[in-house]
């Protein structure tokens, strides 16, 4: 008999394009004819893991494998609580920011509500949404390429349950200064769950940038996220956290699934949290020296260029991004087109160490010189 | 939750006594799906037309379907194939070649065939379906007088469902473009508006502080990953909104399914807005001694990490030069005569736009017959008037691919290749008259 899924499978779910990730190394090596393939397409920390990281990975014990993890990452919650100030109740670990940010809408969300976030920005809240079955409005950034606090908040509606801001923004690297943030929750004025994504907090080194679990005490309807998967170069990992007030975490935990975060995850997301040695600042130093190469690069050819902060920058180039993409496979290099981030013929371009990015320039001006 | 669209299913023996069955369904499914009388009249045609063929063809179980598509009704059966001959479907058939002793069995889908506004056939396993379409019958309003402007402010891009919209854009088109350029769905506003509202047109319009139509965009899904537009068709006396139409297009696309669009109709060069030129089409137009050139833009929407292909010799070494151009790698795996068999007749679909004089041919059922059944189309079409006669077939198909031959033989040239056109990549022969 033949299966007839179409009566069974909602509309949103039936509309919606699945994520295709690229092909394994290995493979998209085999197929390109590649001795060596530079992945700059995943904002990837390569200096990674910091050390003690690696000595705990070094002596991972397998032992650990046959015992179910933590189910609440108690330890890394502890930890994160220590090292940052608020309560280990007010932590929720998740496998990855995507779990959490599906999680959160799984919590407050039902069909007919709404988000509200950016046009273009980091992918997922738009999809979460989407399949499940919540309208997703995305408002244009402004024009200089910033979340636009004022249109978002008149996207703000009964219906809204979430506001994701994601801070620095993924692609741009653009970032609301606290006074932004503050006056953006004060318009929001507890009337929906802000969601202050902070994947790339530990890039930014500007004064202005807010520390948004400082801001819990005083927008109780904030909820904030950041990741192991950038800066702390944990991402085959996928470990991720929020932090929020104590009774926004209960209800997002009840939407979120224990057990998910393995045990070699927590241990190393624990580990990297504790580490004192400079990997964080050689880091900081190799993504400052990246954006100098590719601002150099992009100014003799005379291409526009986005350099904000982040571990990433984009580049507005004369061909397609999707053929552009393929001229650089071909040689060696993996980048991320911005035409599925709404960007038509701009790049994303992960900063890497600076021999490999040498080399990345190199090639690229060879295109178009 | 039931989230089908609203359709009548019968289950019923491919026997004629139930004709009156399905004539009734048919015919309130008709009024109630909007057909006009005569329309329903049509469409009651073809699905008893439809049963009387099933039942001489004895296929026994059938499922008929009725259901309202964007601009009519379609009414289909589904059964289990046992080597049906549905080549009465083909736009050349004629089962009387024979005299009297042709083969009339299949006279009812002839006659089917001939009463719809489009068919296609499917093959799922062991299971075939026929699908008829009749369209609802549109008024042709007299067009709004159109001229260029000069937008006052900068206009705001939205996208354009209304109808009345609609009927403006079509006006401005018809009126400030050649016929050519215009989509024929142009000509009739009610069709157009009735595409857009079903979802399967999709536009952005710009409309200056003034709120006059400054620009719109069109665009379609052609497969389930593949995008074509048309346009853009930009209303100002300065040409400045047709780039803002592409970017808004791309945006609009960019993150959904689709992982390339190209034009159908494009109106200008759009290698500034990093597309590339994929085939510039020279047109036989009846009112023409000129062929008029129609490029093809096109772009990946998605980054392509390689695919496999089905080639033939016959256009092996087009698909290279091509692939090569375009950076993309593909796998291409040479058909091979493995003497397995084919039915007998062979059934291709057709879809004609006569204001460009043109027909695009497509293998629905692969046949014994299938070189002669090409020909016989080409005679056929050729000898109506029909001066652009493209073919397409889809590379993720290997005996689409293995027609490679039988093209060439009868005259048909490769000459464009759209990126995952179809469920693969797609590629388009073009008839070359003098051959």
Avoid at chain 2, 166 to 190: M, N
Avoid at chain 2, 338 to 357: H, I, N
Wanted: net charge negative.
């Amino acid at each position: 008999m033949p299966l007839n899924l179409e009566h069974l499978i909602p509309e949103h779910i039936r509309l919606f394009d699945p994520y295709r990730p690229s092909p394994p190394d290995a493979e998209l090596m085999r197929l390109y004819g590649l001795k060596r393939l530079h992945r700059l397409n995943n904002n990837e920390n390569t200096l990674g893991p910091s050390p003690a990281v690696r000595e705990l990975l070094a002596g991972l014990e397998a032992g650990v494998i046959p015992v179910y993890p933590h189910g609440d990452s108690q330890d890394l919650r502890e930890t994160l609580a220590r090292t940052l100030g608020p309560d280990r109740s007010q932590f929720l670990v998740g496998n990855g920011s995507c779990e959490l940010i599906s999680s959160v809408v799984k919590a407050f969300c039902e069909p007919g509500d709404n988000i509200v976030t950016a046009d273009k920005t980091f992918a997922v809240y738009e999809w979460v949404a989407t399949f499940s079955g919540v309208e997703a409005r995305l408002i244009p950034l402004d024009r200089d390429q910033r979340f636009d606090p004022d249109a978002m908040l008149a996207a703000v509606d009964d219906r809204t349950k979430l506001a994701f801001v994601c801070n620095p923004n993924n692609p741009t690297g653009t970032y609301w200064d606290e006074a932004t943030m503050r006056r953006f929750l004060d318009g929001v004025d507890g009337r929906c769950i802000v969601v202050a994504d902070e994947a790339y907090f530990e890039y930014v080194e500007r004064p202005d940038y807010p520390d948004c679990i400082r801001l819990l005490d005083d927008y109780p309807n904030l909820v904030v996220f950041r990741t192991f998967s950038k800066m702390y170069a944990l991402a085959a990992l996928r470990v991720g956290y929020l932090c929020a007030g104590e009774a926004v975490t209960d209800v997002i935990g009840r939407a979120h699934v224990a057990y998910s975060v393995n045990t070699p995850a927590q241990m190393a997301a624990r580990a990297a949290l504790l580490d004192r040695s400079p990997f964080i600042e050689r880091t900081r130093a190799m993504v400052r020296r990246g954006r100098e190469l590719i601002r150099e690069t992009c100014e003799a050819l005379g291409f526009e260029h986005i350099i904000g902060e982040g571990n990433y920058v984009m580049i507005r180039t004369p061909i397609s991004d999707t053929l552009l993409q393929r001229k650089l496979l071909r040689r060696g290099f993996l980048v991320r087109t911005m035409t599925g981030f709404r960007f038509p013929n701009w790049i994303r371009v992960s900063l890497e160490r600076e021999p490999v990015l040498r080399e990345f320039c190199s090639v690229f001006r060879s295109l178009f010189e | 939750m039931n989230t089908a669209a609203p359709r009548i299913r019968l289950q019923l023996p491919a026997d004629a006594a139930w004709a009156g069955l399905v004539q009734a369904s048919a015919e309130q499914a008709g009024r109630v799906f909007g057909l006009d009388p005569a329309k329903s009249l049509r469409l009651v045609h073809c699905a008893e037309e439809l049963l009387l063929f099933l039942a001489s063809a004895e296929t026994g179980e059938v499922e008929a379907t009725l259901r309202p598509v964007a601009t009519g009704v379609e009414v289909g059966f589904s059964f289990a194939s046992a080597g049906v001959d549905l080549s009465a479907l083909n736009l050349a058939s004629d089962p009387g070649a024979g005299g009297e002793d042709g083969d009339w069995t299949s006279l009812p889908l002839l006659l089917a065939s001939r009463m719809t506004d489009g068919f296609r056939v499917g093959l799922d396993g062991r299971r075939m379906e026929i699908v008829l379409r009749v369209d609802k019958a549109y008024p042709a309003p007299e067009l709004l007088p159109a001229e260029r402007l000069r937008p006052q402010g900068r206009p705001v891009l939205a996208e354009a469902g209304d109808a009345g919209a609609l009927f403006e854009a079509c006006s401005a088109i018809a009126g400030l473009y050649p016929a050519h350029v215009a989509p024929e769905w142009c000509l009739s506003p009610g069709r157009t508006a009735d595409l857009v509202r079903a979802g399967e047109l999709s536009a952005i319009e710009a409309r200056d502080a003034g709120g006059r139509l400054c620009g719109i965009i069109f665009w379609r899904m052609r497969s389930e990953r593949s995008v074509t537009f048309f346009g853009p068709y930009d209303f100002t006396g300065d040409g400045s909104m047709a780039g803002e139409l592409v970017e808004a297009l791309l945006r609009a696309v960019g993150r959904t399914s689709a992982r390339n669009v190209f034009s159908s109709l494009a109106t200008q060069p759009l290698a500034d807005h990093g597309f590339e030129l994929l085939a510039e089409l020279p047109y036989l137009l009846a009112d023409s001694p000129e062929p008029v050139v129609h490029p093809v833009w096109g772009r990946m929407l998605q980054e392509d990490f390689g695919a496999a292909a089905w080639t033939h010799e016959g256009f092996a070494d087009f698909l290279r030069d091509r692939y090569d151009a375009l950076e993309l790698l593909r796998d291409l795996r040479p058909v091979r005569d493995l003497g397995e068999a084919v039915q007998a007749g062979s059934v291709l679909g057709a879809r004609l736009t006569p204001g460009l004089s043109e027909v695009f041919l497509h293998p629905e059922l692969n046949g014994a017959d299938i070189g002669d059944n090409i020909a016989r189309h080409v005679s056929t079409l050729a000898s109506a008037g029909y001066r652009n006669i493209f073919f397409e077939i889809d590379l993720a198909k290997g005996w689409h691919a293995a027609m490679g031959g039988h093209l060439i033989r009868c005259g048909f040239r490769p000459e464009l290749l759209l990126p995952l056109g179809g469920q693969s990549d797609t590629l388009i022969f073009r008839h070359a008259a003098e051959s």
